[in-house]
């Protein structure tokens, strides 16, 4: 095989074109979160935290944190004119009550069927599963970023996950290192993949089958 692989910094980047002018947004910990960055030209989506912050905005300057402003992930923000702080039980209202319209997280597995696997691996992970499985069955639509294979190789989208399950049934979308993949009807249907990339190559690399319905695009990004 002959490819290059996409950066985390160019998952990100593709996931944030699909998100609409003033959409709702919720982003997971850590990788994520990465997606801010990459808002197009002309678009505005507005952020939500659950510790209780709507309408924030990009990472303060190195030295400039105010620590009382922070995201579910403990790091540092800045607040966007209308922002606006609520109690953590009026956050997960807002997802409990299909306020989001999207909802990015990360994966160790995600199934054909759109079950996610997000936050233990075997003994490995967080003590709980925490607000991820709020989340994904409080947004309108649940996308995944993530490298297509683990760090050893094997497959991250599979026919039926092995790992504890974050939700069932909820995933839509999934942008990964190699190619973009819908979930329709209990299979994965691939949409684009790396130019430079066979479909048999990206099938090897798949643990389920992968399926079309028309025209399968380039995978294009920039240079980040």
Known sequence: MSYTKLSNAQIAWRAAQDIDDGAYVNLGIGFPEMVAKFQPEGREAVFHTENGVLGFGQAPKEGEEDWDL??????????????????????????????LDVAILGAYQIAQNGDLA??????????????????????????VI???VTKDGKPKLVE???FP??????????????????????????????ADMTF????ELTGATLHTDGPVGDLTVPEL
């Open 160 to 162: 039926a996950c092995t």
């Open 146 to 148: 993530t490298d297509h």
């Open 70 to 99: 922070i995201n579910a992930g403990k790091k540092a923000i800045t607040l966007k004119p209308g922002a606006s702080f609520f109690h953590h039980a009026d956050s997960f209202s807002m997802v409990r009550g299909g306020h």
């Open 118 to 143: 997000n936050w233990r691996v075997g003994s490995k992970g967080v003590p709980a599963v925490g607000g991820a499985m709020d989340l994904v069955h409080g947004a309108k639509r649940v996308a």
């Open 165 to 194: 399950l974050t939700g069932v049934g909820c995933v839509t979308r999934v942008y990964t290192s190699l190619a973009v993949v819908d979930i329709e009807g209990g299979k994965f249907i691939l949409r684009e993949k790396l």
């Open 200 to 203: 048999d190559d990206l099938q």
